[in-house]
């Protein structure tokens, strides 16, 4: 084949990336005309000869664009999608389609899917108990887990509790997954394990979303971030905490810096390492591991203190003005707790505002009476000064009101916002969800909320993890965050009761009044046409007193309470404690797991300690990335479609998610049997099940009365439509009217005009609720009707103008009749909840693992209502005192795994590259120690008493630092250093960690403490 230097470079259009990626080492860009060796003429071929198409890329939560190529069944490389709003054509540049950004996971992952040790899957695997796998065919491994299912179903199957209640509940199996998978997916499986009885149901992704979802539900009602991606180049401030978005999603970083040319805004980095973000930002806090919630804490103080407070908004929007109960404690006046607490919980009864005789809530529009929440916050707040704030995160007085007056200052004014964008280096914390809340108030106060260029963006690396809590795949919600029925609730009505929100007030539109019609739509997708109150009792009922998270599924496993576990399209034991999972594992009477490659859950047994015995094992093999179809929801709400144009690759050996899910079913469901009427009454349509475009459909929900199947029903348009009395079928309120509209995005009708020049690109896929891009934002418009803060839609002769955002609520009402925050009962942004079991108002702790006093409040080290897990011995507990020299151990990702590596570690290529895993130290204890990068390194606890082994690089990265009179190291561990894989020097360092951590998101802190010696 003979192909001319032109047509290679411009026909084809491929980069040096690309070439890379398919075997072609160097770049062709420098070689002279008059020449190419053989093998780019073979590389040439190979792309004439490939398929492209373009998708979402479902390899983290940002949802950029991918340009994809196949060959033979298998993806070849991967490039940036030109025309993008995301990460192709930047608006604000001149809208050439030329500009495109792409971080390396993909192509690592595509390598994986090419050159991986064992490859993409191509048949399904059975594994023996104490045997080893062998191939199977795809129906068989399916019927086998079926039976598999079955079996313990029928033995484990609670009806009837011990005290009389209907439960319908199977707590012997559980299941994990969601965040690899699409919309439609994660609605199936919670459908079929819900069916099922199960209530151990989620995802891995908890520890990423679920501090988001908790801290933004209890301050807004929604659990959504508020702003979308492109609209952080309208910000005059950018405050990042605990993330690093210039290593790890430079689509993202690339808005940032958009907004220093445009609006000059500052960069400004809250973060204990020195990371790629903090190194191109304006200023940069390097606080002491674990204190980032304590530097936030002292920003709100500082604008407290100094007035720096939008005034007007606060009137306008939030609860300032709200009279706070007399009984009502803060930590100020109860040395450190809140009032109500008694031994490791919260009487939550005085966190409550007053209310007036016609039962609105009292209030002072002053804002100045003592018992105004705008003065019960300046005393609760006043704790975090500047020099107490400064003395407990290590960082200089400069620093700090540096950072506040640059953002505060900036952002607090009319006409002006700043945007906060925050990780797992704040969240993963014992006070996680709480860091969250903390970041709402700040940007309440500030009036940045529900304006262009403000809100709280959470920069998230697992894919698809908001679709998967959207979806019901954190087993304290079902879909659209409707709390998952608890034994107590044991009638339609009684749940209604419970979780209704009631408001007095008559200019709160209150969406969650309507709480009783999302769930009979719930209940009507769930069992179809059967009355809501026999469709309730058939849900499984939890017990709220018990931890159904995938923490606690390992506690259970532990103790042996669990037969079977299902996993899909996730890999717990790598992205957790594999040494505690890999040995819990091994009690499991059978595993099924669904994934396109082997991952460490489905290899446990290859590690010898564990191989003997055991469970069966079933692995079924799934699509890839490009071989499925289905909507993929971003961190920002954005719901992207990826059409059917690269399915034609898929191959009889590998099947889609709803494939695996639908035939499930069917050999459960066959010959009904040993089931419980609930699984039998289950409103499955076989046919429509297997089309992710029909289950979209579904989704959207249905007028269930106007036809017989999904095919002949009539699409609802908004949730509006959605009623109570079992007549609409709608699985997730927040999702109702997707696909309804005019505009047919999941058929590719996606535009890259951007009306308003904003960003917001609204005809760009879809974006929940109903196609709103910045949420609440009716709080950029005075109730008056004229704008007063960055509006993004305009109330003018008597209607809404909704060119440049969809009015959020009730689209008719005017902004007199509804208060800007649709989702609470109050109307108003809620800097005090009660929806939180440990506070009303955010508070500094000490992470749970270090022993340091808690200089706010030294009579409560960490959280006081800490969740606390068997086999879980904390270091803060001790008094780990003598010479040797501790240091706080962080977690970090490598950028070119996926998730926790379990596919990217398998690569030969990516192992030669990164040939052993290692223990960053940061310099000064390296110098104390005399540690030289590769030597050798021991990290060990009490958790881990032999420690683990790992050569050291030493690094500017990380600092040590002094609390009193001692010096501390700190040292950081790669996420993904498990014993499984090519890569050498795997050791399980998650055990380093703790499983105790934060009671509201039920997750685990991720700052261990340790001592490190030369090994
Ligand atoms: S930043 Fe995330 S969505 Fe964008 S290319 Fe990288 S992995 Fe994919």
Redesign the pocket.
């Known amino acids: 084949m003979k192909i001319s230097r032109r047509e290679f470079l411009k026909g084809l259009g491929a980069s040096a990336a690309s070439l890379a990626a398919i075997g072609v080492s160097g770049t062709v860009f420098g070689a002279e005309e008059k020449g190419l060796p053989a093998r780019y003429y073979r590389a040439a071929a190979k792309l004439q000869n490939s398929l492209a198409g373009e998708v979402p ?1 479902s ?6 664009g ?1 340009r994809v190529r196949v060959l033979e069944n298998v993806p070849l490389f991967v490039e ?1 999608a030109t025309q993008h709003p ?2 192709g054509t930047v608006s604000w540049s001149g809208g050439t389609p030329a500009y495109r950004s ?2 390396g ?2 192509f690592h992952i595509v390598e994986a899917m090419r050159l991986g040790k064992e490859g993409i899957l191509r048949s399904a695997m059975v594994r023996k108990s104490g045997g080893v796998f062998e191939k199977s065919d795809i129906d068989s491994a399916i019927a086998r887990a079926a039976a598999l299912i079955r079996e313990t179903h029928s033995a484990k199957f609670i009806k009837v509790d011990s005290e009389g209640r209907t439960v319908n509940r199977c707590e012997a199996i559980g299941f994990i997954g969601g965040s690899y998978s699409s919309n439609e997916e994660c609605y199936a499986a919670q459908k079929l394990m819900r069916g099922l009885g199960l209530v151990y149901i989620d995802t891995v992704a908890r520890s990423a979303i679920a501090p988001t979802v908790q801290g933004l539900l209890a301050t807004f009602g929604r659990p959504g971030a508020t702003n979308p991606i492109p609209d952080i180049a309208n910000a005059d401030a950018v405050l990042i905490v605990g993330a690093d978005p210039a290593t ?5 970083m690339r808005y940032v810096f958009d907004a220093v040319i445009r609006k000059e805004a500052k960069i400004l980095c809250v973060d204990s390492r020195h990371s790629g973000t903090a190194a191109r930002a304006h200023t940069h806090a390097a606080v002491r591991p674990g204190t980032e919630l304590a530097f936030i804490l002292g920003m709100i103080n500082f604008v407290l203190q100094n007035g720096k407070y939008d005034e007007e908004y606060l009137r306008n929007n939030t609860d300032a003005q709200f009279f706070v109960a007399e009984e009502f404690r803060t930590i100020v006046d109860t040395d450190g707790v809140f009032s109500g607490y008694s031994e490791g919980e919260y009487d939550r009864s005085s966190w409550r505002y007053i209310l007036g005789r016609d039962g609105r809530v009292a209030r002072d529009d002053r804002m100045k009476h003592p018992r105004t929440l705008l003065q019960v916050m300046k005393k609760h707040f006043g704790r975090y000064n500047e020099s107490a704030v400064c003395r407990v995160t290590g960082v200089s007085r400069q620093v700090f009101n540096s950072i506040c007056e640059d953002f505060c200052t900036r952002t607090g004014k009319m006409g002006a916002a700043g945007v906060v964008l925050f990780g797992r280096g704040l969240t993963a914390r014992a006070t996680g969800t709480q860091a969250v809340r903390a970041l709402a108030i700040l940007q309440i106060l500030l009036g940045s909320i529900g304006v262009s260029g403000g809100g709280l963006i959470p920069i998230v690396s697992e ?1 698809n993890a908001q679709g998967a809590a959207d979806f019901g795949l954190l087993f304290e919600f079902l879909p659209g965050y409707l709390p998952s029925p608890t034994k107590d609730l044991d009638s339609f009505d009684a749940y209604v009761r419970q979780h209704r929100k009631v408001s007095r007030e008559p200019d709160a539109f209150n969406e969650w009044k309507n709480i009783d019609c999302y769930l009979a739509s719930y209940l009507c997708d769930m069992y179809g046409a059967t009355d809501i109150q026999t469709a309730y009792s058939y849900l499984p009922k939890r017990d709220p007193r018990k931890d159904y998270s995938v923490y606690g599924l390992l506690c259970a496993m532990e103790r042996g309470e669990i037969e079977g576990l299902i996993v899909m399209g996730e890999d717990p034991a790598a992205s957790l404690n594999s040494e505690r999972w890999f040995a819990a594992l091994s009690k499991l009477r059978w595993l099924v797991v669904f994934d396109w490659m082997v991952n460490d859950t489905a290899a446990f047994f290859e590690d010898k300690r564990f191989g003997s015995g055991g469970p069966e094992v079933v692995v079924i093999p799934s699509t890839v990335f490009v071989e499925r179809q289905g909507s993929f929801t971003n961190i920002t709400r954005w719901v992207q479609w990826q059409g059917a144009q690269i399915l034609t690759f898929v191959k009889a050996e590998r099947i889609t998610g709803l494939s695996f899910l639908n035939s499930l079913y069917e050999k459960l469901s066959d010959g009904g049997t040993g089931f419980d009427e609930g699984l039998r009454a289950l409103n499955w349509e076989k046919a429509a099940m297997v089309d992710a475009s029909i289950v979209l459909t579904i989704i959207n929900g249905l007028d269930f009365k106007s036809g017989n199947s999904v095919g002949t029903r009539t699409l609802l348009n908004s949730p509006l439509d959605l009623k109570a009395d079992g007549s609409t079928q709608c699985a997730n309120h927040f999702y109702c009217g997707c696909t309804a509209g005019k505009r047919k995005w999941q058929e590719g009708d996606n535009r890259l005009d951007d009306e308003g020049g904003l960003g917001l690109y609204r005809n760009w896929g879809w974006s929940w609720p109903s196609n709103v891009r910045v949420m609440y934002n009716r709080a950029g418009v005075r109730r008056d009707g004229t704008p007063f803060a960055k509006p993004l839609v305009r109330f003018s002769a008597a209607k809404w103008m909704n060119d440049m955002d969809t009015v959020d609520g009730a689209p008719n009402a005017s902004p007199k009749e509804i208060a800007p925050f649709v989702a609470t009962p109050e109307g108003v942004a809620k800097m005090f909840s009660s929806a939180l079991p440990d506070g009303p108002l955010p508070a500094f702790y000490e992470e749970p693992d270090l022993p340091f006093v808690n200089q706010f409040s030294p009579a409560y080290r960490t959280n006081p209502v800490l969740i606390r897990r068997e086999g879980d011995i904390l270091m803060g507990d001790s008094s780990f005192k003598g010479t040797e020299k501790l240091a706080v151990c962080l977690r970090f990702s490598l950028g070119e795994h996926l998730g926790a590596g379990s596919y990217t570690r398998r690569l030969p290529l990516f192992a030669k590259f990164l040939s052993q895993f290692f223990v960053e130290v940061d310099s000064e204890t390296a110098r104390e120690l005399g540690i030289r990068s590769g030597e050798k390194v021991r990290l060990r606890n009490l958790r881990m008493k032999d420690g683990i082994v790992l050569p050291a690089l030493v690094t500017k990265r990380l600092s040590s630092f002094r609390v009193e009179k001692t010096s501390f190291g700190t040292v950081a561990v790669c996420t993904s250093c498990t014993p499984l894989g090519e890569i050498k020097g795997g050791v399980p360092v998650n055990a380093l960690f703790p499983t105790a951590g934060d009671p509201s998101s039920k997750n685990a802190s991720e700052i261990g403490l340790c001592v490190i010696e030369k090994a």
């Open positions: 890329c390899f983290c939560s940002v949802g950029c991918l940036g995301i990460n792409l971080c996971k993909p790890e999603t430079p689509a993202i894919p």
